[in-house]
């Protein structure tokens, strides 16, 4: 049978499927595969595995080329100082054209035939003039390619807020959908700047617990109801879902921290 490995090209990337033929790979190995943009270089991510019957994927999937060797790794060595060639340059053509976009990053592929400039911009831009600067300079196939700015953070990497390194350019493989829901939802600071990340767009940790949030808070009164405690009647005014606690405020004043089984009824 057929055995397909997991092969991820970039830190924080989306992990592919490769057949790996023959190859005996474990986890780290550096390899060349065979991609629609010709050669490719990455690293074994997920250990081959065999490929059941009913689980074969619809394309044939590539194969794995070969292993890296000392050749391949001064190639990348070579494509990196291109990059940073091909970035110095751009940025210097962007600002004698008076172009309003901003360039972060500069991808080759591993034949270096190919540079594709990722950029930020608030609309659309004419950067033909740009691409036949490019061409020129480098003769290559140039691609610019505008992106919004979550990407811009998940290329670019950095540490957030919490001390660790950004989620998006670690482990997540695509962005989820956040709202501001989910902060009230888990009871947190409605202030934007300590619900949003680096890239002015709300954090995306706050996906990771809401689902936990929401079954949790289903058999909490809703902030604002009237509930008989032991220490009285009262209003209640905040949820601690994680130690099944809330705050009432009594009629007879003061407030009383109570567990969730101490409410006698949550309606009149």
């Known amino acids: 049978m057929k055995k397909k490995v997991g092969i991820r090209f970039k830190t924080g990337g989306k992990v592919y499927d490769f057949s790996c033929g023959a190859f005996v790979l474990n986890v780290g190995d550096q390899v060349i595969v065979e991609t629609e943009k010709g050669l490719g270089f990455g690293a074994v991510e ?63 592929t591993f034949d270096a035939s190919r540079l594709t400039f990722f950029f ?26 505008q992106v919004g700015i979550r990407n811009q953070a998940k290329m670019c990497g950095g540490m957030g807020r919490c001390g660790r390194v950004f989620c998006c350019s670690s482990f997540m493989e695509k962005f ?39 079954k949790l808070k289903q058999g909490f009164p809703k902030i604002g109801k009237m509930v008989n405690t032991k220490n009285g009647r009262g209003k209640v005014t905040r949820h601690n879902v994680i130690c099944n606690r809330l705050t009432v405020r009594l009629e007879e004043g003061g407030e009383a921290e109570i567990s969730l089984d101490d409410i006698i009824t949550n309606r009149r």
């Open 46 to 108: 997920t250990a081959p595995e065999l490929i059941e019957e009913g689980n074969r994927p619809r394309k044939p999937l590539k194969k794995v080329f070969r292993k890296a060797n000392e050749k391949d790794l001064n190639q990348v060595e070579q494509n990196m100082a291109l990059e940073r060639e091909a970035h110095a340059f751009c940025l210097k053509s962007i600002k004698n054209l008076g172009l309003k976009m901003n360039l972060f990053s500069v991808e080759s």
């Open 176 to 214: 989820e959908p956040v709202s501001i829901r989910m902060a009230k939802q888990q009871g947190l600071s409605l202030n934007p700047t300590k619900i949003s990340g680096q890239c002015g767009r709300l954090m995306c940790c706050l996906t990771f617990e809401n689902e936990t949030y929401r």
């Open 120 to 145: 930020t911009a608030d609309g659309r831009v004419d950067f033909r003039q740009l691409v036949k600067i490019l061409v020129k300079q480098f003769r290559v196939r140039i691609e610019m390619r």
